[in-house]
């Protein structure tokens, strides 16, 4: 069984920055991939941002609404999943959800389906105004 527990949310102007953490806890050796998502009131779920942790080199992906103000990434530890979200917009208040894909091993994650991944968080939410 995998715990995934983000924090970092609040609320936020536009412009400004947030770095939301996800801690995992239980048996991750299988993990294969790391994603954040988010979902808005009346919107579905929308992946954010997906780290694929293969042994020959990490691979990361970006949905096109945050690529090159957001970073997803991992602390050395490997247990602590960051998403560093740099000129906030009105448009990126939603609740984010960490997520994992345990026990698959291509990297079909990167698409960031919400199929792909079998661990959730709880959310913590984010309020840009």
């Known amino acids: 069984h995998v715990q995934l527990v983000e924090s970092g949310g609040g609320s936020e102007q536009v412009g400004g920055s947030l770095r939301l953490s996800c801690v995992a806890s239980?048996?991750?050796?299988?993990?294969?991939?790391l994603a954040w998502f988010r979902q808005a009131p009346g919107k579905a779920r929308e992946g954010v941002a997906a780290?694929?942790?293969?042994?020959?080199?990490?691979?990361?992906n970006y949905a096109n609404s945050v690529a090159g103000r957001f970073t997803i990434s991992q602390d050395n530890s490997g247990n602590t999943l960051y998403l560093q979200m740099n000129s906030l917009a009105a448009d990126d208040t939603a609740m984010y959800y960490c997520?994992?894909?345990?026990?698959?091993?291509?990297?079909?994650?990167?698409?960031?389906?919400?199929?792909?991944?079998?661990?959730w968080g709880q959310g913590t939410q984010v309020t840009v105004s």
């Open positions: 239980g048996n991750t050796y299988s993990t294969n991939c």
């Open positions: 997520a994992a894909d345990i026990g698959s091993l291509d990297d079909t994650c990167l698409s960031m389906s919400p199929s792909k991944y079998n661990y």
């Open positions: 780290l694929f942790l293969s042994p020959y080199g990490r691979r990361r």
